[in-house]
């Protein structure tokens, strides 16, 4: 079963199938409270996250069993 995610990214409502991605971060906002997520996926494109930041990041952990 194909896993996606569905988040609000800087181009609008966005499904993204797990296996696209290819690697995710999330920086500091320098001046802002905010941390955004950025996710590139296999072919090379680059979405931004803004919100439910902390829940998404856990779902692609598990999804790529990373563990602390």
Not at 2 to 21: H, L, P
Not at 36 to 59: A, G, M
């Amino acid at each position: 079963m194909t896993n996606w995610i569905r988040e609000m990214t800087d181009i609008g409502m966005t499904r993204i199938i797990t296996d696209a991605s290819c690697e995710y971060q999330s920086i500091d906002d320098v001046g802002g409270d905010s941390k955004p997520l950025l996710i590139y996926t296999s072919d090379n494109t680059l979405l931004e996250i803004n919100e439910n930041i902390d829940e998404l990041v856990c779902v692609l952990d598990s999804t790529f069993e990373f563990h602390n």
